[in-house]
């Protein structure tokens, strides 16, 4: 499987960004994607994670009711709709995907695939 993320860029505080990423190979073998941020001062997070075929969804409480994850299995593409972005938002965000279900799911450590990053900086 191979991941390729899109669209971060640079923001004011309180404006929206939509962030993509496009599978490709054996997206057969992908169970859940999910998209991770990370800083130079933290370790790399989930974000927010959707199951693809299933569409159930996990949110971190940083982002509930800002972010909004979303797949379309069609075009073998995730898609990370972010409003109300603050200064805290900022960080290089990256594309995962994992094969199975396991405790894993929710720690980079679990996740097999990964695009490369995309930045995205909130201004304020």
């Known amino acids: 499987v191979q991941l390729q993320a899109f669209g971060g860029g640079l923001v004011q505080a309180g404006g929206a960004l939509r962030l993509s990423c496009a599978a490709s190979?054996?997206?057969?073998?992908?169970?859940?994607v999910g998209w991770f941020r990370q800083t130079p001062e933290k370790e790399r997070e989930l974000v927010a994670r959707i199951t693809w075929s299933g569409g159930m969804t996990y949110y971190a409480d940083s982002v509930k009711g800002r972010f909004t994850i979303s797949e379309d299995n069609a075009q073998n593409t995730l898609y990370l709709q972010m409003n109300n972005l603050k200064p805290e938002d900022t960080a290089v965000y990256y594309c995962a995907a994992v094969r199975r279900y396991s405790s894993d799911n929710y720690t980079a450590s679990g996740y097999q695939w990964w695009g490369q990053g995309t930045l995205v900086t909130v201004s304020s």
């Open positions: 190979g054996r997206t057969s073998s992908i169970y859940a």
